[in-house]
């Protein structure tokens, strides 16, 4: 079992940056594909982007690609989320989550098919 905190959300005006820290316990935070979720006021949880286990492969939501990037140190137990060019429709609650995967090349960007996930952290633009 592996418990997430979300951290470094905050307030930021239009094309502004923030950096999102996911902090994972255990000794096994390498068996693990991650994700980044966020959830607007009324609408559905929806993906943002994932990272393999090995760190090498990534995946994007079309509405973030280019502008977020999303990492991993496994030696640190750690996954980070750097924001880019942010924009108001980037307001949302952003959810840090994990799944135990045997391939350390999936990623996984389905929110069904992630088993753990911390309690959220609220980024809001202002325009």
């Known amino acids: 079992q592996v418990q997430l905190v979300e951290s470094g959300g905050g307030l930021v005006q239009t094309g502004g940056s923030l950096r999102l820290s996911c902090a994972a316990s255990g000794r096994t935070f390498s068996s693990y594909a991650m994700g980044w979720f966020r959830q607007a006021p009324g609408k559905e949880r929806e993906f943002v982007t994932a990272?393999?286990?090995?760190?090498?492969?990534?995946f994007y939501a079309g509405s973030v690609k280019g502008r977020f990037t999303i990492s991993r140190d496994n030696a640190k137990n750690t996954v980070n989320l750097q924001m880019n060019s942010l924009k108001p429709e980037d307001t949302a609650v952003y959810y840090c989550?994990?799944?135990?995967?045997?391939?350390?090349?999936?990623?996984?960007?389905?929110?069904?098919?992630?088993?753990?996930w911390g309690q959220g952290t609220q980024v809001t633009v202002s325009s």
């Open positions: 989550a994990a799944r135990v995967a045997f391939d350390t090349s999936v990623v996984v960007t389905t929110y069904q098919n992630y088993d753990y």
């Open positions: 990272i393999s286990r090995n760190g090498i492969n990534t």
